[in-house]
């Protein structure tokens, strides 16, 4: 399906450079007769073909959107599946001293975490695109971070956070922390 919408828009693309570059028919007399039509070149104006491409283009983006709003993501590329999908979460709860969450398939694993005063969270992105968890209330940020690199944030005091990721803002967790 998405190959099919891609060629659809590279079509519309070389069309409109096509007809700029090759040339269309043109109402000219030609040798020999004496209104006779000619292959001649019709040069586009420039705004003809930039509507054109804006009209290619916003159909693209329309064809995206309408497919996260339909729950589709983009499974069609590999290092995409599960974008704009929120994973189920079983809660978790630990009394570990350190305790790590996930960054893999565009969600945190676990998305609901119980821990004491003191622990230490590590998030590790294991996807190949960049994330944060950044605090809702904008008391805390990882930064952004790439595969394989971990940031680290210790929780002193009891309360309950509910965090997401600045450029993935599907991607959420809350991280409830005991006294």
């Known amino acids: 399906m998405m190959a099919v919408w891609f060629l659809i828009l590279l079509l519309a693309v070389l069309a409109g450079a096509s007809a700029v570059a090759l040339g269309v028919r043109a109402a000219a007399p030609g040798p020999g007769t004496a209104n006779g039509p000619r292959w ?19 159909v693209w983006f329309g064809f995206m959107a ?47 975490l119980s821990i004491r005063a003191g622990t230490t969270v590590t998030w590790v992105n294991d996807d190949p695109v960049p994330h944060s968890a950044t605090a809702r209330d904008g008391s805390w940020d990882t930064g952004l971070f790439g595969r394989g690199e971990s940031r680290s944030l210790t929780f002193s005091r009891p309360g309950e956070w509910a965090y997401y990721c600045l450029i993935h803002p599907w991607m959420t967790a809350v991280i409830r922390v005991a006294g």
């Open 66 to 112: 309408w497919h996260m709003v339909t729950g589709g993501g983009f499974a069609w590329m590999p290092h995409m599946r599960g974008f704009g999908v929120q994973a189920p979460s079983t809660p978790v709860t630990s009394d570990a001293s350190a305790v790590t969450v996930r960054m893999t398939g565009n969600a945190f694993v676990p998305s609901d």
């Open 40 to 58: 001649g070149l019709l040069v586009l104006p420039a705004a003809s073909v930039g509507v054109l491409l804006a009209l290619a283009v916003a």
